[in-house]
């Protein structure tokens, strides 16, 4: 029986090392399926989009910075989704990628009419989530037929809960089940910061990837100065061109 086939979207602004690793991560760990890669611009000038547009297995969808109404990445992703050719829908962040060759097999194999949701499991709590975890928006997947319906990226709370946690408000609350795959650390790569990189369902993030190359100065203050360019992200791009054997 053939595996069913999958859309991968990504957004993605600048980051050329990590959004490259993505695409060589999916032809890797994709396995016998159809597929298609969705990358998402924003706007990069590092070079990104002169590369994807020679991927053969990459639609590159430009998304300009004045586009923008409300969370630019959450609409950005909006327009890969509604790009995709395929029903089964594979959300993830550019800076995110697959190391286990089980990825898609468990998760997006596992949809039907029962399950509707899996993914990272990101546990916090905020005030307008009963359920104190949701599927974080780095690795969510999900039915395209869902989108808009039960899976909503944007917050319909404000600021009582996070982007991406309305799709597990909503695929509870109609009675459905979803898939978790708890988020670890991966304490292999652990540079900067003790909690940051993270493992979930055989996915890799790095996490604050995108918010360094564009807005460093607010994650050191967030972080009280260890996620930072020379102290966080320059160690896990060198670690991991160590880890994958990466000529470039």
């Known amino acids: 029986m053939a595996l069913p086939p999958v859309s991968i979207v990504t957004v993605t602004r600048d980051g ?7 695409v060589e991560k999916v032809r890797q760990f994709v396995g016998e399926r159809d597929y298609e890669i969705i990358v998402v611009d924003r706007g990069s000038v590092d070079g990104s989009r002169r590369w994807l ?3 053969p297995d990459v639609r590159l969808v430009r998304f300009g910075q004045w586009r923008v109404r409300g969370h630019g990445h959450a609409e950005a992703a909006a327009r890969g989704i509604r790009a995709a050719s395929h029903e089964r829908i594979v959300l993830i962040d550019s ?7 089980g990825w898609l097999e468990g998760t997006v194999d ?4 029962r399950t509707r949701l899996a993914g ?7 005030a307008g989530n009963p359920h104190g975890w949701y599927i974080h928006p780095h690795f969510m997947v999900f039915l395209r037929s869902d989108f808009e319906q039960l899976v909503v990226l944007r917050k319909c709370r404000g ?14 609350a109609a009675g459905h089940d979803i898939l978790r795959h708890p988020i670890t650390f991966a304490t292999d790569f652990a540079v900067g910061h003790p909690r940051v990189p993270t493992l979930a369902g055989g996915v890799f993030h790095a996490w604050y990837v995108s918010r360094l190359l564009h807005n460093a100065p607010e994650v050191a203050r967030e972080t009280d100065g260890e996620v930072t ?19 470039w």
């Open 16 to 22: 050329l090392f990590f959004t490259r690793l993505l």
């Open 53 to 55: 547009q020679g991927q």
């Open 95 to 101: 800076d995110a990628h697959p190391v286990a060759p």
């Open 110 to 113: 596992q949809l039907d009419g």
């Open 120 to 126: 990272a499991a990101f546990v916090d709590t905020h």
């Open 159 to 172: 600021d009582a809960t996070d982007t991406g946690e309305e799709a597990t408000i909503r695929v509870l």
């Open 229 to 247: 360019p020379e102290r966080y992200l320059e160690p896990l791009m060198n670690k991991l061109r160590q880890v994958h054997g990466l000529g």
